[in-house]
């Protein structure tokens, strides 16, 4: 199982909206809705941030929000913030023999 | 609150064996999976595996990376969850977590801090 396909970075500047992208295949990202989302910043655990496509945990802030169309699924910042500086990565349920596959991350900086 | 909270991480040479533990807080561990994900230095994660609740047939599933080498224990009485990592590599260097799965769920919900493994004569 080949990891999903991520820019490697993405900027923008404060207030503005980004979005990253997660490409996969119809064996995982597009055979399920179980893509989720995390914010890793430097030094530190990653936070999940979207599950099961489009759902937000309690806590995490509106600006976050995802999306998917067939075998991709992306990540929308809203309202860009500095603190939004992070490391992110999507997952997706990849099935019974990998349940699991990351995407290969991206870097988010704002200018 | 869930907490988690890794050790046993270190510095190992190649071909040994290391334990890593995850003491859970916050939840009823027996209820979830033990759950463990990887990051190598500059890299990006990688999933290591994970074991079922006892309530749930209780087996393993595995990265074939590590499939054959790593096996995941768990003593609910203690709510500790265990990865046994034997005939290691360099390339199994990475920081560990420990994360939170629910059953029927396919998303990670809680992580630990980490701990670093060094594989390296």
């Known amino acids: 199982q080949s990891a999903l396909t991520q820019p490697a970075s993405v900027s923008g500047s404060p207030g503005q909206s980004i979005t990253i992208s997660c490409a996969g295949t119809?064996?995982?990202?597009?055979?399920?809705?179980?893509v989720s989302w995390y914010q890793q910043h430097p030094g530190k655990a990653p936070k999940l941030l979207v599950f099961d496509v489009s759902n937000r945990p309690s806590g995490v802030s509106h600006r976050f929000s995802g999306s998917k169309s067939r075998n991709t699924a992306s990540l929308t910042i809203s309202g860009l913030q500095t603190e939004d500086e992070a490391d992110y990565y999507c997952?997706?349920?990849?099935?019974?023999?990998?349940?699991?596959?990351f995407g290969t991350g991206t870097k988010v900086t704002v200018l | 609150e869930v907490q988690l909270v890794e050790s046993g991480g270190g510095l190992v040479q190649p071909g040994q064996s290391l334990r890593l533990s995850c003491t859970a807080s916050g939840f009823i561990f027996g209820d979830y999976y033990v759950n463990w994900v990887r990051q190598a230095p500059g890299k990006g994660l990688e999933w290591v595996g994970f074991l079922r609740r006892k309530t749930y047939r209780g087996t393993a599933e595995y990265a074939a990376s590590v499939k054959g080498r790593f096996t995941i224990s768990r003593d609910d009485s203690k709510s500790i969850g265990y990865l046994q990592m034997n005939s290691l590599k360099s390339e199994d260097t990475a920081v560990y977590y420990c994360t939170r799965l629910d059953y029927g769920r396919n998303y990670f919900d809680g992580w630990g801090q980490g701990t670093p493994v060094t594989v390296s004569s």
């Open positions: 997952s997706s349920y990849a099935g019974i023999d990998t349940p699991f596959v």
């Open positions: 119809s064996s995982d990202v597009g055979a399920y809705n179980f």
